[in-house]
């Protein structure tokens, strides 16, 4: 089946561009709330998982062996921008496990902030793995190997122990099978797992609620949705789009963007788990969809839906800063 047109790009009046996706939205028993597209389909989901793949790192003991508080954790599950704050917080993390910077194995890249990378470039500086949008993530992978006496060279490889720390608890939160047939490698070098998008909606409503874990998982999954509603700015960055819908609504949303047109949420309160995937991979249009989905599931508090409809219809403006066009949400997303 072809998925719907759910954003449409406007200049002036017309339309000039739309994207096509597909929503999930699921609650902790395994009720569809919302299914718009074809929802069964296998997705990567690369960085928008991070909040499940951080579990072993708070299960272990890690966390709080090293002493982390919300920061850490929201940094465990980011996609940062490189900004010195991010940097100097995950080079705090390895510390603490008695590590630095060359036990990262996820590559470098310049920060995704224009602000700190043209700092960095101006003090004559290049970036590193600290600078990585994923080295909180993997700080915490290995924090966790070495607070479990897990030697972590090669940890971004499958069959590590701790990848397939990572991979049962993907399995067993999402109820889909991570298995060597539906895997890949992410931009950070470890294993990513292509299952239907449904099973990130209802893994988003599991860790939201905690329904069907154990006591420490229950207790894992509640601490780093909170640190990550908490800090949102160690989840993403200056101006980013998971700030800002966190921020409309402290402790009320969890979101977190992947690449390649992938977003997965969260709204406790009402024990649902969303995910959605733009078809073309589009980060504008996957945005304006999370935050219209979070606006129509949120409509009973007319203050907040207005401020999330205002995400979704985001302005599209000329070099001078001129309001040009918009995004715009379709009829589907209403």
């Known amino acids: 089946m ?12 017309i339309v000039e561009s739309a994207h096509r996706g597909a929503v999930a939205v699921f609650d902790a028993d395994g009720k569809a709330v919302l299914e718009i597209g074809d929802t069964s389909k296998p997705v990567f989901p690369r960085s928008a998982v991070k909040a499940i793949q951080a579990l072993p790192l708070v299960e272990t003991g890690a966390a709080d062996a090293y002493g982390f ?14 900004e010195p704050e991010h940097v100097e917080l995950a080079r705090s993390m390895l510390a603490r496990a008695g590590l630095d910077g060359s036990a990262l194995e996820c590559g470098a ?43 972590h060279g090669g940890y971004v490889k499958a069959g590590h122990a701790l990848q397939e720390m990572v991979r049962d608890a993907m399995q067993s939160v999402t109820g889909a099978v991570h ?19 449904k099973s990130f909606a209802l893994g988003f409503a ?26 949102p700015f160690f989840v993403a960055g200056t101006g980013r789009e998971d700030v800002a819908l966190m921020e409309a609504a402290p402790g ?8 390649e047109g992938v977003h997965c949420a969260a709204i406790p309160e009402l024990g649902l788990g969303i995910a959605l995937k733009c078809d073309d991979g ?50 589907a997303l209403n």
């Open 69 to 82: 508080g919300n920061r850490e954790l929201a940094l465990a599950c980011a996609s940062h921008s490189g």
């Open 282 to 331: 589009a980060h504008r249009a996957s945005e304006a969809m999370v935050a219209a989905v979070l606006a129509r599931l949120l409509r009973a508090d007319e203050a907040l839906a207005a401020k999330l409809i205002e995400l979704a219809n985001a302005p599209i403006q000329s070099r001078i800063g001129a309001k040009v066009g918009s995004l715009r949400p379709t009829a």
């Open 206 to 231: 599991r860790m939201a609620t905690q329904n069907g874990f154990g006591p420490e998982r229950a207790k894992a999954a509640k601490r780093l949705l909170a640190a990550c509603m908490a800090e």
């Open 179 to 197: 298995g060597a047939d539906e895997r890949a490698t992410d931009g950070c070098s470890i294993p990513t797992y292509a299952v239907p998008l």
């Open 252 to 259: 009320r949303i969890f979101t977190k963007g992947g690449a």
């Open 2 to 13: 072809a998925n719907p047109v759910l954003v449409e790009v406007l200049r002036g009046a």
């Open 109 to 151: 890249h310049w920060p995704s902030s224009h602000a700190a990378e043209i700092a960095l470039a101006r003090a004559g500086g290049s970036p590193n793995a600290l600078h990585n949008n994923c080295s909180g993530k993997h700080s915490g992978f290995l924090c966790t190997c070495v607070h479990s006496g897990i030697a």
